[in-house]
């Protein structure tokens, strides 16, 4: 029951658009399908907790200046690297409170600006509760060897986000990782869709509709920005650029908490109607504002 659950959500998340089924319907019905799943597994499971897609930024350091960027690197002054070692850390402490991640990302910023990356990949594929493994830049930096070769591990996808002219070795780059026997994938601008979401003033809306809202987010992918998970990058990042930082949008790894209020505090988060971060983003709502892909400021 559990793989067919699985395959459910990744049907939806990863497949809907290629088969047809229109954006905004897809949307609706993917946040209230996954939250569904993760109640099945955690009440009827003995407290499986499930992550469909968690995100883990390893530095605020960009060589892009993208104007609409969703985790807004842009706007940090003074961008940095996340330390090796507390990231470590925290991966050990997520993967030991949860039973499964779909998908484990590491990315930025730049991914390739971090000199430290390989560890962290290396922590990933050795978890068993971790199914498939990203990385992801922007084209603009030819991996080292030495990360090309652990990137050629089966449980990996190498994503390169190609924003034209601005990811100059993206082509040579693919053909690195098809000789290597990297499994690489190109996004290409036609293949994205950017949107706006609107700055980060309060919007003042009724718990009535901020659940309408979040319903129609789609938010399913978990941002695990310094040993917190977050439930969605605007409010991570948010939250580090004057926005508030609700307790309700997160949960905490960083410190001393057992594992079974760990889990249990995930599963919540998973059930979340809404989050503070909702008041502060125009997501899920009528309000967006589609964007050229990656317009530089």
């Not at 979340?272 to 317009?295: H, L």
Request: net charge positive; with cysteine.
């Amino acid at each position: 029951m559990k793989n067919a659950l699985m395959k459910l959500v990744y049907y939806l998340a990863e497949k809907g658009k290629m088969i047809g089924i229109n954006r905004g319907r897809l949307k609706a019905m993917l946040y209230p399908a996954y939250r569904f799943v993760c109640y099945v597994f955690y009440v009827m499971g003995g407290g499986y907790v499930y992550l469909y897609h968690v995100e883990m930024p390893v530095t605020q350091r960009c060589n892009l200046r993208c104007k609409h960027c969703i985790f807004m690197m842009p706007y940090f002054k003074h961008p940095a690297d996340y330390p090796v070692e507390d990231l470590l850390r925290y991966m050990d402490k997520l993967f030991d409170a949860v039973d499964s991640i779909q998908i484990f990302r590491l990315l930025g910023g730049e991914t390739f600006l971090y000199k430290d990356l390989n560890p962290l990949i290396e922590k990933a594929l050795a978890s068993p509760k971790v199914k498939t493994v990203e990385v992801v830049s922007n084209g603009t930096i030819i991996p080292p060897q030495d990360t090309i070769e652990l990137m050629k591990n089966p449980r990996l996808i190498f994503q390169i986000s190609h924003y034209g002219k601005y990811s100059r070795h993206a082509e040579e780059i693919k053909a690195i990782c098809d000789e290597a026997g990297v499994k690489c994938v190109v996004r290409y601008p036609q293949d994205k869709t950017w949107s706006y979401f609107g700055d980060l003033h309060f919007r003042g809306r009724s718990d009535k509709e901020l659940r309408k809202q979040l319903k129609n987010c789609a938010s399913i992918c978990r941002n695990f920005l310094d040993g917190r998970l977050y439930f969605c990058p605007r409010a991570s990042f948010g939250s580090k650029l004057g926005m508030p930082d609700n307790p309700n949008d997160f949960v905490d790894l960083t410190g001393d908490t057992d594992r079974k209020t760990l889990k249990r505090q995930i599963f919540e988060l998973n059930q979340r109607r809404f989050i503070a971060a909702c008041n502060y983003c125009d997501e899920g709502t009528g309000a967006v504002e589609s964007v050229p892909v990656a317009e530089q400021m």
